[in-house]
């Protein structure tokens, strides 16, 4: 990666990426795209840290790609991802990255976790549960002081689905965090059906109280 970027170049690359983003969701070319491991040529992308508007316009765009593949809901692109390292990049967007970008990273970890392969993955060894259930911590921490209701949505159906794995869901009745459980996040929830119904679907598997 360049240690700088212009907005002339950023916007280049973005329009090939967004064309890439059609690719990735054509049904008759999304296997072939795969197959050619072309998503890892976006990856660089998600490595940097640059917090310039060309680069997390850059960032953003790679991450939409990757998340055209993944509301395919197809088993064949959740083995594909699970085999790189897409998981660990996206847990740091989704610590640091700008709102919109920790959005689509999160929406991309809770459509692998969905994926039956893709939680069995994530809870197969301690040291992953617990990365993610540390980012997924420290996310509703920045959340009850700066609320975003549909960042909140997707670290909510996340916990949720972790909860559906007998060891997750025995690590979750300790670690899962207070402001999930008092009213804290009441607001947004009293707004979201959706939310509230897998908060309620959370608690419901941890055997835990709720005031939502």
Known sequence: MPANLTAVQSNRVCNALALMQCVASHKDTRGPFLQAHIPLYLYPFLHTTKTSRPFEYLRLTSLGVIGALVKTDEKEVISFLLSTEI????????????????????????????????????????????????ILGKMVMKLSRDPSSRLLKHVIRCYSRLSDNPRAQQALRQCLPDQLKDETFKAILDEDKSSRHWLRSLMNNLGAFSSV
């Open 87 to 134: 998981i660990p990049l996206c847990l740091r967007i989704m610590e640091q990255g700008t709102e919109l970008s920790k959005t689509v990273a999160t929406f991309i970890l809770q459509k692998i976790l969905l994926d039956d392969t893709g939680l069995s993955y994530i809870c197969q060894t301690y040291e992953r549960f617990s990365h993610v259930a540390m």
